[in-house]
């Protein structure tokens, strides 16, 4: 059913300037297909990564008039103006990339706002580049050396072609591990970069795919309507952008399409059935209908399932979560921490602790609330940077290192609060877990190369596997945020293991879980152990910590008060006095 309805649209496409006569229609439908590029473009940003750009009527604007400039001022034919129109725009947003997005939020949209008021201004105060504001007249139609494009319905074509091509390279995009990083940050920045997600690469590489989208329609633009002006810069155009990309279904690949056709014909619509005065009102009429009835656009409204992968099979991935490892424990430290001292304002959450970890052994880091447990873990995976100390990988320095750089040296945490990604599936927020056992690149993604399909494919199994390995295959396609409490702690565990580590670092597992959930947890951990992996623990359930804990240190009031066996620990009077109580003495 779905083939025969692209099969309907795809013809539809193909033969609609045959069935509109009137030149007008037909440059409205021209204006839709360059408006859903930049509908497409501008949502791999705010749909995918979350971060709202204001300013892409600038890199529109860098296109048209690069297209316009090298047509005009140089004399380059068509075939060559439009690749280097989408290649400045994306060199500008390479540029505003780095920059803006050391920034998130509010922030961001300031910088990008900012970045088209400079741009707007530059094309109109530089007289001998851009002609001010009378603007470049004259641009040469486009023509290829096998073809003319001079008539609308030829020019149709074209741009249908590069819609067609921005929505493949789109597709291509989101379906890979770049458009699951993409998702991660959007969802959850702090647990992406746990499991190696680089936030500044990934959300720059966004940046200039967007970039360059939107420059791909400014050249288009330019030759399509033969004259570029400042006004091409106007906040407007970004608005409009914003207003297609919300209304059709942030975040979805159709949603920008269908507020693109709808927002760009509605107008004209309007203006055909009722005076101009009554125009905007029954624009804003509907656009406050469509945000009251359908706050997530109207595509995702329209979904009523979802194509699900199929289940693939599941074999055990515990025997492979630590290649090469020994699964006796060492006496040789894999993690030291020296003299780790952190302070939140006068206050000493950290005061000269020193401790390490042997590969092969779980290791519980025990004491009251406030001990200052979790704020170990912060400094230890790049979350906090301490006021003094060393933390060692090793022979290698990892005190100051990014989260991201922490997790690729193979250390990864879980969260005291429960961290998953939110609005993606169970087998998604695996499948991001998995981001370090992908290679691809953007080029071999945008080129679907085989090396790519064969890597999304074991990555899938890999997925399939972790989640039967913790219990939750049947949960594979329900949303993460639906789970029980329980179960979400459990996508977290799996999102950390796909991430294969050597050192894992769970912060409170077992807290909310039910009496069952905690034994299969207890279990999980032990053969995590005994496959080879190293543990550091955080747990306030003691029958939990003593029942598995090789070494189990003492935390109170920032510092190391006892270090040794379970039974030693239990027995320890400072340990007993400041933790443990009189239930030590049962």
């Given at each position: ?13 193909l033969?609609?300037?045959f069935w ?42 860098i ?20 690749p280097?129109?989408a290649l ?7 540029g ?8 998130r ?22 007289m ?15 023509e ?19 819609a ?46 967007s970039?360059?989208?939107a420059?791909?329609?400014g ?5 399509y309507?033969?004259?570029?002006s ?5 906040f ?9 990309v ?7 690949l ?25 125009q ?9 209908l469509?945000?009251f009835?359908?706050?997530?656009g ?34 040789r ?25 042997r ?29 003094r100390g ?24 879980t969260?005291?609060k429960?961290?998953v ?9 695996v499948?991001?877990?998995?981001h ?9 993604i ?7 399909r ?16 913790v ?6 396609h ?33 807290a ?12 999980l ?24 804990s ?25 340990v ?11």
């Amino acid at each position: 059913m779905r083939a025969l309805a692209a099969s309907l649209g795809a013809l539809a496409l193909l033969t609609l300037p045959f069935w509109l006569a009137n030149p007008y229609h037909q440059h409205v439908v021209i204006m839709a297909g360059i408006f859903t590029i930049l509908a497409l473009s501008l949502n791999l940003l705010l749909g995918y990564t979350g971060q709202l750009s204001l300013g892409h009527a600038g890199f529109f604007g860098i296109g048209a008039y690069t297209a316009a400039l090298l047509a005009l001022s140089w004399e380059w034919p068509f075939w060559l103006t439009l690749p280097s129109a989408a290649l400045t725009a994306g060199l500008a947003g390479l540029g505003i990339g780095r920059l803006a997005l050391k920034v998130r939020g509010a922030y961001f949209v300031l910088v990008t706002i900012s970045f088209a008021g400079v741009i707007s201004l530059v094309s109109i105060n530089w007289m001998e580049l851009t002609n001010g504001p009378l603007g470049l007249p004259g641009v040469p139609p486009a023509e290829l050396p096998w073809l003319s494009l001079r008539t609308k319905r030829a020019y149709y074509y074209l741009v249908l072609l590069g819609a067609a091509l921005t929505y493949l390279v789109c597709q291509r995009v989101v379906r890979s591990r770049l458009g699951r990083a993409f998702l991660a940050l959007r969802e959850n920045e702090a647990l992406a970069e746990s499991v190696g997600v680089d936030p500044t690469r990934t959300l720059v590489a966004a940046a200039v795919l967007s970039a360059a989208m939107a420059g791909l329609a400014g050249g288009l633009y330019a030759h399509y309507t033969r004259f570029v002006s400042p006004e091409v810069f106007l906040f407007s155009y970004t608005v409009t952008m914003v207003i297609m990309v919300v209304a059709g279904g942030k975040g979805t690949l159709a949603g920008p399409v269908v507020g693109a056709v709808l927002f760009t014909a509605l107008p004209e619509a309007l203006r055909e059935a009722m005076a101009w005065q009554w125009q905007m009102l029954a624009y804003g009429v509907l656009l406050v209908l469509l945000v009251f009835f359908l706050p997530r656009g109207i595509v995702p409204a329209l979904r009523i399932h979802r194509v699900r992968a199929p289940a693939l099979p599941a074999p055990s991935f515990l025997g492979e979560v630590s290649e090469g490892a020994s699964t006796a424990p060492s006496e040789r430290k894999m993690l030291t921490i020296t003299d780790l001292s952190v302070a939140f304002g006068g206050v000493a959450a950290l005061a000269g602790v020193s401790f390490a970890v042997r590969p092969g052994t779980i290791t519980s880091l025990i004491g009251p609330n406030g001990a200052g447990k979790t704020t170990a873990f912060n400094a230890i995976t790049g979350y906090l940077r301490p006021r003094r100390g060393r933390v060692s990988w090793g022979d290698v320095a990892l005190t100051g290192r990014r989260p991201c750089e922490v997790a690729r040296r193979g250390i990864v945490r879980t969260f005291q609060k429960t961290s998953v990604f939110p609005a993606l599936t169970v087998r998604d927020n695996v499948l991001v877990g998995l981001h370090l056992r992908g290679r691809a690149g953007v080029l071999p993604i945008l080129l679907a190369r085989r090396a790519v399909r064969e890597e999304e494919a074991r990555l899938a199994a890999e997925a399939e596997s972790i989640m039967a390995g913790v219990g939750l295959g049947h949960r594979r396609h329900e949303t993460a945020s639906a789970l029980p409490y329980g179960e979400q702690r459990l996508v977290e565990l799996a999102v950390a293991l796909a991430a294969q580590p050597r050192l894992l670092l769970l912060d409170e597992p077992g807290a909310g879980m039910t009496g069952g959930e905690k034994e299969r947890l207890i279990e999980l951990i032990r053969r995590l152990r005994d496959g080879g992996m190293t543990v550091l623990l955080v747990e306030h359930d003691m029958r939990l910590v003593m029942g598995i804990s090789d070494t189990v240190i003492v935390l109170n009031h920032g510092r190391v008060i006892a270090e040794g066996p379970p039974a030693a620990i239990q027995a320890h009077p400072d340990v007993i006095r400041a933790y443990l109580g009189a239930a030590a003495r049962a």
